[in-house]
C-alpha cells in the first residue's frame, strides 16, 4: 500500500512589517500545522508583539506543549542577517512587507525563501462586459480598502468600450480617486494626469490608480503578465471563451472573472485568516493556509515485500 503523508516544514522565520494580528494569526497557523515559528514584527509594534509572544508562551505552556513553539523576537538587523544563515536551524523564510525588506532578505538569507511581494493588480474590462458589472467591481477593488496589497492599482479597459470610460472613471474621482491615463484614455477624457512607465509598476496603496485603454483582450494580457507582480487580476466579460482566455493565460496566484479583486482573501477562499499571500510559484501561491505549511513525504505499508531483481 502506497500514500503520501503530510508533514510539517520544521521551523520557519517570519518577518513582517505588520499589524500584530500577524503575530496571532501566524503563531495560530504554525501551531495546527505542527510547525514551530520563529516571529520577527516591526518595530512600530515591538511592545505588543512582546505581550503576545509572552501570551503565547503562557497559552502552550498551560496546554502542556513547548513554550518555546512560537517565539516572537525584538532583534536588531545584525541578528536578523545571522539569522538568515542559520540553515541547520531554520527550514523557511517568509517576509511581509514592503519592496526594501523582502530584497534584504532574498539577498541575505541561506534558507529558502517565499516572499510576500507586493501586489500590482489589475481589472480589466472586456469587450464583452456588463458596464453596470464593470463599474461596480472597480469600484469595489480600488475602495474598499486602498492600502492593501489586492487593492487595484491598475484598471485596463478595451478600446472597443473607451466610450463607457467616463462613467467608470467620473465614478472612481466621485469617491476622491486620483486618476492617472495613458494616451488613448486621456483623448477620451483629458483632464486626467498623464500615466508614465512608472505608474504600470507602481503599488500606490492609496486612492491612485492608472487606466490603460488596451486594443484587445490579448493586449490586457500581456500588459499584466509584463507589469503585473503575480498577485490578483480580474476581468469583466460575458464572453465565456474569453474568460477562459484570462484564466488560463493570466501569470498570477489568484485570477478571477466578474469578481472583485478583493476576493483573494484566506477566509473568502476558505483557508482562513491567510499567513500571507505568495507572489512565488514555488512551493506556495497566492493566500498560504495550513497546507501549504507543511511538505509531504511517501509512505508504504508492506508485508515481507521485496523486489524482485
Known amino acids: 500500500m502506497v500514500g503520501r503523508m503530510r508533514v510539517p ?33 516591526g518595530k512600530e509594534a515591538k511592545t505588543c508583539n512582546r505581550l503576545l509572544g509572552n501570551l503565547w508562551k503562557k497559552a502552550l505552556t498551560a496546554c502542556d506543549m513547548p513554550g518555546d513553539a512560537i517565539q516572537c523576537i525584538t532583534v536588531n538587523h545584525e541578528d536578523v542577517s545571522r539569522l538568515l544563515t542559520l540553515s541547520d536551524y531554520i527550514d523557511l523564510v517568509i517576509p511581509r512587507g514592503g519592496k526594501g525588506l523582502i530584497k534584504a532578505v532574498v539577498e541575505q538569507s541561506k534558507i529558502p525563501v517565499i516572499k510576500h511581494f507586493e501586489g500590482i493588480c489589475h481589472v480589466y474590462v472586456d469587450k464583452y462586459a456588463d458596464m453596470e458589472k464593470a463599474k461596480r467591481i472597480t ?20 478600446s472597443a468600450r473607451a466610450k463607457d470610460l467616463p462613467a467608470i472613471i467620473s465614478a472612481l474621482r466621485k469617491e476622491g480617486v486620483e486618476v492617472r491615463g495613458c494616451k488613448k484614455t486621456r483623448k477620451v477624457i483629458s483632464d486626467i494626469l498623464p500615466a508614465t512607465d512608472d505608474d504600470w509598476r507602481t ?27 503575480g498577485h490578483t487580476d480580474t476581468i469583466v466579460t460575458e464572453n465565456y471563451t474569453n474568460a477562459g482566455k484570462f484564466l488560463r493565460e493570466v501569470d498570477s496566484g489568484v485570477v478571477l472573472v466578474n469578481a472583485s479583486t478583493m476576493f483573494d482573501d484566506g477566509e473568502e477562499l476558505g483557508i482562513g485568516a491567510e499567513i500571507g499571500i505568495s507572489t512565488d510559484k514555488l512551493h506556495a501561491r497566492g493566500p498560504m493556509g495550513l497546507e501549504e505549511l507543511t511538505t509531504y513525504k511517501f509512505i508504504v505499508l508492506g508485508e515481507d515485500h521485496i523486489k524482485e531483481s
Do not use: W
Open 139 to 158: 469600484l469595489n477593488s480600488k475602495l474598499l480598502m486602498p492600502e492593501v496589497c489586492n487593492a487595484a492599482e491598475t484598471l485596463l479597459v478595451s
Open 203 to 229: 503599488e500606490y496603496l492609496d486612492k491612485i490608480i492608472s487606466v490603460r485603454t488596451v486594443k484587445d483582450i490579448d493586449e490586457a494580457i500581456e500588459h499584466i503578465n509584463e507589469y503585473g507582480s
Open 9 to 41: 516544514l520544521g521551523v520557519i522565520l517570519m518577518i513582517y512589517e505588520a499589524r500584530p494580528h500577524v503575530t496571532v494569526n501566524a503563531g495560530a497557523f504554525a501551531l495546527k500545522s505542527g510547525n514551530a515559528i520563529i516571529l520577527k514584527g
